[in-house]
């Protein structure tokens, strides 16, 4: 059965600082690995990683993988408050049409 | 681009009741995939339609069931409805099956008294 561990599980920081979120996976047949952000409802898509090493950015968010420690990060820089969520972490693996979730990290960013 | 809708937004049903939920797909998108999110079980995998077959179900009794049209609107239906049910029901539509990333709907809260 594939699984999904994410740390820490909450997180509060302050504005300005530079978080590192944590996931780890064990899975049959890797596919892909991907980061959603989720404030109220609806998770929003951050990044989907599938090869080692090459990291992923957008502004001031970005994430690598290591798919031979099966891990990825997530760094936020200079956190800000709009940046507090729920962050989740899902894998797809072999055949399988489905997403399996890690239990997420609370980021609470205090001004 | 319109993303994926979900109706409604919120439900109150009662115990042993049934309940319909709708999910429009981004355009051209294929696959819709359900989940269930509680608070303490997470995000959990319920169903996945593609081209009007499942093809996939999760670890959900007989009383979860789904459908999907030619327009690829799916929709999903809970029969006798439990306390245990309460939860937020997101949907994630797809261009690509597996290989894609997913996009989600605002979900649809359901509560049951």
């Known amino acids: 059965e594939d699984k999904v561990v994410q740390s820490p599980l909450s997180l509060v920081v302050h504005e300005g600082d530079t978080v590192t979120l944590n996931c780890s996976y064990e899975v049959t047949n890797f596919r892909s690995l991907l980061w959603y952000k989720q404030e109220k409802k609806a998770p929003t898509f951050l990044f989907m990683l599938?090869?080692?090493?090459i990291e992923k950015k957008s502004g001031r968010l970005s994430s690598i993988l290591d798919k031979k420690e099966l891990f990825s990060i997530l760094n936020i820089t200079a956190t800000q408050t709009g940046d507090s969520a729920v962050y989740l972490c899902a894998i797809v693996s072999g055949s399988a049409r489905q997403l399996t979730f890690g239990s997420g990290t609370q980021l609470t960013v205090l001004p | 681009k319109a993303g994926v809708t979900q109706t409604p937004r919120y439900l109150i049903k009662t115990r042993g009741q049934q309940v319909t939920l709708s999910c429009s797909p981004i355009s051209g998108h294929r696959s819709v995939s359900w989940y269930q999110q509680t608070p303490g079980q997470g995000l959990q995998f319920l169903f996945e339609y593609f081209s009007e077959t499942q093809r996939n179900k999760g670890n959900f009794p007989g009383r979860f069931s789904g459908r999907q049209f030619s327009n690829s609107r799916s929709e999903m239906n809970v029969s006798t409805l439990e306390l245990g049910d309460s939860a937020l029901y997101l949907c994630?539509?797809?261009?690509?099956?597996?290989?894609?990333?997913?996009?989600f709907g605002s979900g649809t809260r359901l509560t049951v008294v």
């Open positions: 994630a539509s797809s261009d690509q099956g597996a290989r894609g990333g997913y996009t």
């Open positions: 599938t090869s080692s090493g």
